[in-house]
Every structure is written in structure tokens, then in C-alpha cells.
């Protein structure tokens, strides 16, 4: 069951002055940084709220480290701007293959590793009217094994 929105992905084409963007002028602030090399992502989380299932919400700001990455080609053809959305869930394979027996394109044979030890998966946004859709299991709150 899809529980929150765990994030709103934000590709940038300069993580730091993104993050500056929205640390002054909101006050929110950085809780995680890293680089995701399978994704070809560097990325910062800021926190916004917690949520009623034991998790958060962020915004996931993102700035490609490879000229090949997903978010590098979005960003070459739309500029800067919301590039997806994420909804959070205790099982993200159970969900996956929910979906896809709905007949929605799922991106991923097997979830992969997202934020913060995440395992994520996503959606085709020509599936979802639009929206590059993502799945999210958390580690720190969902997956103790971690
Ligand atoms: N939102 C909405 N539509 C999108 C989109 C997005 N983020 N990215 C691509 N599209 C649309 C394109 O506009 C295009 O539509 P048209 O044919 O009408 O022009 C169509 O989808 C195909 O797009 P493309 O530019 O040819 O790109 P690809 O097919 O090569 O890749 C996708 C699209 C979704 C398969 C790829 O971006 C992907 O695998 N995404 C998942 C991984 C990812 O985004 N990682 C970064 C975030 C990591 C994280 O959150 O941790
Ligand atoms: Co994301």
C-alpha cells in the first residue's frame, strides 16, 4: 500500500546553488547527501515533514554526473523542473508487481538502490499520464535489515 509521498525529484544543473535556493529561501534544510552512480545522480534530501506511517517526505534535488544519466537527457531537452515523484510504501516489490498487473510498464525487473539505502523502482511516465512515477521502500523506517 502506497503510504506517503516520500519526495519530489528536482533535477538541477547546480546541485549547490539549488540547494542554497531552498535552504534560504525556505529554511529548509539538508538531511542527506550522495551520489547515486547506478542512477548518475549527485543528490540532496531536505526534509519537509514527517509522515502518519513512520516515514518523511523530502525533496530529492538532483543534478546528473554523467552525460548519459536520465536526468541528464530530461534536463538537456526540458531545463530545470520537477522530474518525478516518489510514493513510499512498506513493500515495493508487492506494489511493483501490483501495478504491473494493471498493466503498467514497470521500469525495473528488481527494485535498485535509491536514497539513504532505499530500494526503489519506477513507473513509465507514458503509463501515468505524464509523470515519471517512483516507488519507494525506506530503509531506515521499512527495511531493518538494511
Ligand atoms: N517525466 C515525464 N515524462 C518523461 C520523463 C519524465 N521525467 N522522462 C522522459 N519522459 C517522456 C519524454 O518526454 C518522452 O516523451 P515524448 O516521446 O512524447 O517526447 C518519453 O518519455 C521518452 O523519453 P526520452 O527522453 O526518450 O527518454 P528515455 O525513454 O530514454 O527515458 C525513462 C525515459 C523514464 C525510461 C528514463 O528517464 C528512466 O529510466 N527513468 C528512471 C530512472 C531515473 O529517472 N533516475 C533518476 C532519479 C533517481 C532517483 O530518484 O533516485
Ligand atoms: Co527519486
Same mark, same amino acid.
Given at each position: 500500500?502506497?503510504?506517503? &509521498?516520500?519526495? &519530489?525529484?528536482?533535477?538541477?544543473?547546480?546541485?549547490?546553488?539549488?540547494?542554497?535556493?531552498?535552504?534560504?529561501?525556505?529554511?529548509?534544510?539538508?538531511?542527506?547527501?550522495?551520489?547515486?552512480?547506478?542512477? @548518475?545522480?549527485?543528490?540532496?534530501? +531536505?526534509?519537509?515533514?514527517?509522515? @502518519?506511517?513512520?516515514?518523511?517526505?523530502? +525533496?530529492?534535488?538532483?543534478?546528473?554526473?554523467?552525460?548519459?544519466? $536520465?536526468? $541528464?537527457?530530461?534536463?538537456?531537452?526540458?531545463?530545470? @523542473?520537477?522530474?518525478? &515523484?516518489?510514493?513510499?510504501?512498506?513493500?515495493?516489490?508487492?506494489?511493483?508487481?501490483?501495478?504491473?498487473?494493471? @498493466?503498467?510498464?514497470?521500469?525495473?525487473?528488481?527494485?535498485?538502490?535509491?536514497?539513504?539505502?532505499?530500494? &526503489?523502482?519506477?513507473?513509465?511516465?507514458?503509463?501515468?499520464?505524464?509523470? +515519471?512515477?517512483?516507488?519507494?521502500?525506506?530503509?531506515?523506517?521499512?527495511?531493518?535489515?538494511?
Amino acid at each position: 500500500m502506497l503510504t506517503r &509521498i516520500d519526495h &519530489i525529484g528536482i533535477a538541477c544543473f547546480d546541485l549547490e546553488k539549488t540547494v542554497e535556493f531552498y535552504t534560504s529561501t525556505y529554511g529548509f534544510s539538508v538531511f542527506h547527501t550522495e551520489i547515486n552512480e547506478e542512477q @548518475g545522480v549527485r543528490e540532496a534530501m +531536505l526534509k519537509i515533514n514527517d509522515t @502518519g506511517d513512520g516515514g518523511a517526505s523530502y +525533496l530529492q534535488l538532483l543534478e546528473p554526473v554523467r552525460e548519459d544519466s $536520465a536526468v $541528464a537527457k530530461w534536463l538537456a531537452k526540458n531545463g530545470e @523542473g520537477v522530474h518525478h &515523484i516518489a510514493f513510499g510504501t512498506a513493500d515495493v516489490d508487492g506494489d511493483a508487481e501490483a501495478v504491473r498487473d494493471k @498493466g503498467v510498464r514497470v521500469l525495473y525487473d528488481e527494485p535498485r538502490r535509491g536514497s539513504m539505502g532505499s530500494r &526503489i523502482t519506477f513507473l513509465h511516465p507514458k503509463d501515468c499520464h505524464g509523470v +515519471l512515477t517512483e516507488l519507494v521502500t525506506s530503509a531506515a523506517v521499512e527495511s531493518p535489515e538494511h
